[in-house]
């Protein structure tokens, strides 16, 4: 028999939260998993005695402005989302909300914030209008227009560069005046917005660059024309016009993009000459105060990127150096500070070189490069994991990187800028992130460790803490019960959750959480981080976690190896894992496993339930991938190529493929309106049980690849496990 179950606020058969049992899946989603109540994306000001951060309370998203003085240890609420809407409701724009969804924002009120570099004034946005707050006085000053996005402040805070109706304006914050930089945009051709591709898969959310002097503006133009339309309708509202996205699906055409320069106060743009046909994604666009306007670019199968110095005047670029990998080249790693991603290169402050990571080595390292491109010598030492770079400090002539030996933790080391042996400065392990803003006396480190702390410090240079800001977060009534370990051949990372009632000597069901795909590790030792799967356990399961081959934060050969086949490696490491814990730990009964995970994890989900019903007995897969010729150019390409020169590897990484073979239960999740992997994906799939007489359960879901709604969430959570009850427990 097949089942279509809707999970949606407005149909029948679902219970409202106060009808609800209660249990830890609501508390989870009400709390985004007790994050709710930190401080946010948080900035030591450039004299580093003050922090400006955002901040929502334990239970409600939205997102208000904070300062934190170091002297006398007091926060004050620079301006709320309320003062400034005047009671009304936050309005997004469509191409908002597009925006915000590849960033992976789910936040309401403030988002982010800007601050000048005097550090006098914050910059925020609400409902397309944009403001000014003063930190002396508190007072707000409206910015001349509305519907405005993606703004980006000069670096001597006297302008500002923001987009309206897909053109760049540039805004005097003193008198007001708006200046149109730019004229003629269209549905299809955008100025100074990140196109898809750089905002979802590369890590670069900005379409616009401000010179140092704050005279010219670099940004990007984007030509949609060529990409292929999709629609998205509103299901609960049919008589709306469905919204147009432009998609570059895999093997058609992307966007084509152009980098300009034009002076501040208008006139003729000049535009970056580099061959955009052969390296069409830019990947990274860098404006030093000292040194060039630098930009990387890619080719389209990501197996080479070259970093370009351009002559603002003429448009004319220079090779600095250039990095080829026979899988692909990946872009650096995150610092972890939650605000923006390792950027290369980074120019010392009098242009006398720059640092570049790379992982020719097969593990990441900094570099330092002289002003021409050629290579000065190597900062960070052989066998010493980079994760990222957060301070370049020039008059200490060193560096502050996250990293270490220790590839389930993220600590933090100071490194001369000649090199040496890097020198702790946070070694807790876990998750230890660093934001330095302007200043490098003071840092922000947000932290979540081993041992189950979580808040958000503020260090000196030495890891002397200064102060922990306060926070209005919700504590969980019990921490996961969490064990590390490497498993396997392969020696696998992995992870095991027990429930907190275990009972030595008894066998429970297993459950894989997984995700396995190429751009997340999963297995951290950060003991927050389990807190669904110790959900999940409490309901009388083991569940367990494995990173396999493919997933990053090792090596490069690890990583690399799913290259040309998305599914086999995974699938066998991941089987391999489960059966060495099973073998490991008597309590986990391997006759009854089941397997769920999100986005590449529910497609992982997917394939796991059709192709190893010898182990897996149930499956859920939320949001899966179905066929990679549906998903995006820049991520499918990355690890498959084009599908005319691999169409055995699309055939296997296909999940239509085996779709005939079903023999155990499985439940297919879908947001209906996913913008990111498309319903498509999910109808592919039940077309292809129905046609093969195979069962399914659906559920569908009123919104996006996101699910931030917790009465909804905590919904779908539960579903879940009574899925899995009647499969695995009878």
């Given at each position: ?85 005047g009671g009304a409701d936050e309005v997004l724009s469509v191409e908002e909300k597009a925006r915000r969804e590849r960033a992976r924002v789910t936040a309401k009120g403030f988002t982010e914030f800007q601050l000048t570099d005097d550090g006098s004034t914050v910059l925020v946005g609400l409902s397309g209008k944009l403001y000014a707050v003063s930190r ?45 930089l730019t004229s003629g945009a269209s549905e299809t051709l955008r100025r100074g917005t990140a196109d898809f591709v750089a905002a979802e898969e590369l890590d670069r959310q900005d379409g616009a660059w401000w010179s140092p002097d704050g005279r010219f503006l670099a940004y990007e133009e984007t030509d949609n024309s060529a990409v292929e339309p999709h ?367 999100w986005s590449f994890g529910g497609y992982f989900s997917t394939m796991a339930t059709l192709r190893r019903p010898d182990v897996f007995k149930v499956g859920v897969a939320g949001a899966p991938v179905i066929d990679w010729q549906d998903y995006d150019t820049a991520y499918t390409e990355r690890y498959l190529g084009l599908p005319s020169e691999n169409a ?83």
């Amino acid at each position: 028999m097949r089942r279509l179950v809707c999970v949606a606020a407005l149909l029948a058969g679902l219970p409202a939260a106060a009808e609800t049992a209660p249990d830890c899946f609501y508390d989870l989603a009400a709390t985004r998993g007790y994050e709710l109540g930190y401080a946010a994306k948080a900035m030591p000001t450039p004299d580093g005695k003050a922090v400006i951060y955002l901040r929502a309370s334990a239970r409600d998203a939205t997102q208000h402005l904070y300062e934190y003085d170091l002297a006398s240890g007091r926060e004050k609420e620079l301006v709320t989302p309320e003062k400034l809407l005047g009671g009304a409701d936050e309005v997004l724009s469509v191409e908002e909300k597009a925006r915000r969804e590849r960033a992976r924002v789910t936040a309401k009120g403030f988002t982010e914030f800007q601050l000048t570099d005097d550090g006098s004034t914050v910059l925020v946005g609400l409902s397309g209008k944009l403001y000014a707050v003063s930190r002396a006085d508190g007072s707000v000053k409206p910015i001349p227009g509305e519907g405005w996005i993606a703004p980006r402040l000069s670096a001597d805070g006297k302008s500002l560069a923001a987009v309206e109706g897909g053109d760049i304006s540039a805004i005097d914050l003193a008198s007001g005046t708006v200046t149109p930089l730019t004229s003629g945009a269209s549905e299809t051709l955008r100025r100074g917005t990140a196109d898809f591709v750089a905002a979802e898969e590369l890590d670069r959310q900005d379409g616009a660059w401000w010179s140092p002097d704050g005279r010219f503006l670099a940004y990007e133009e984007t030509d949609n024309s060529a990409v292929e339309p999709h629609y998205i309708a509103s299901a609960v509202n049919p008589s709306r016009k469905p919204d147009e996205y432009r998609y570059p699906r895999t093997g058609t055409e992307n966007p084509k993009l152009k980098l300009g320069i034009v002076s501040a106060t208008g006139g003729a743009t000049v535009w970056a000459q580099w061959d955009n046909k052969e390296f069409p994604y830019i990947a990274r666009v860098v404006w030093p105060r000292k040194g060039p306007l630098s930009i990387l670019v890619m080719n389209r199968a990501q197996t080479e990127e070259r970093l370009l110095a351009v002559d603002t005047k003429t448009g004319a670029t220079k090779l600095l150096l250039d990095e080829t990998d026979k899988a692909w080249v990946e872009l650096a790693p995150d610092a972890g500070n939650g605000r923006t991603p390792s950027v290369f290169p980074r120019w010392l402050a009098d242009g006398s070189g720059f640092l570049w990571a790379t992982e020719r080595s097969g593990q990441w390292q900094i570099e330092l490069h002289k002003p021409d491109g050629s290579l000065s010598h190597t900062v960070t030492p052989d066998g010493f994991r980079v994760g990222g770079l957060a301070d370049i400090d020039e008059k200490r002539g060193e560096i502050v990187v996250g990293g270490g030996l220790d590839r389930l933790s993220t600590a933090l080391y100071k490194v001369k800028l000649s090199g040496g042996k890097p020198v702790p400065l946070v070694s807790e392990r876990g998750a230890n992130g660093a934001e330095f803003g302007q200043g490098h006396d003071v840092l922000v480190s947000s932290y979540s460790w081993a041992d189950g702390q979580r808040g958000v410090r503020v260090l000196n240079r030495d890891g002397a803490v200064l102060a922990t800001l306060p926070n209005a977060a919700e504590r969980p009534a019990t921490l996961p019960s969490v064990e590390w370990l490497t498993v396997g051949a392969h020696e696998l990372d992995a992870q095991i959750v027990r429930p907190h009632d275990f009972q030595v000597g008894k066998q429970y069901p297993v459950l894989l959480s997984v995700y396995a795909g190429p751009t997340l590790k999963n297995v951290v030792a950060v003991r927050r981080r389990a807190l669904s799967q110790q959900c999940m356990a409490d309901h009388g399961y083991i569940v367990v976690t494995v990173d396999n081959r493919g997933t990053p934060g090792r090596d490069h050969d690890f990583s690399r190896a799913v290259k040309g086949n998305l599914i086999d490696v995974p699938l066998a490491d991941q089987v391999e894992g489960l059966q060495a814990l099973g073998a490991k730990f008597p309590e986990i009964d391997l006759d009854r496993a089941g397997v769920y995970g999100w986005s590449f994890g529910g497609y992982f989900s997917t394939m796991a339930t059709l192709r190893r019903p010898d182990v897996f007995k149930v499956g859920v897969a939320g949001a899966p991938v179905i066929d990679w010729q549906d998903y995006d150019t820049a991520y499918t390409e990355r690890y498959l190529g084009l599908p005319s020169e691999n169409a055995e590897g699309y055939r296997v990484s296909n999940a239509l493929t085996y779709a005939d073979q079903l023999e155990r239960p499985l439940m297919l999740i879908h947001g209906v309106t996913d913008d990111n992997v498309y319903f498509e994906h999910t109808l592919k799939m039940i077309r292809a049980l129905f046609a093969a007489g195979k069962p399914y359960e659906l559920v569908l879901l009123p919104g996006t690849h996101q699910l931030p709604d917790p009465v909804l969430r905590s919904n779908l959570d539960q579903r879940e496990v009574g899925f899995f009850d009647k499969a695995l427990k009878g």
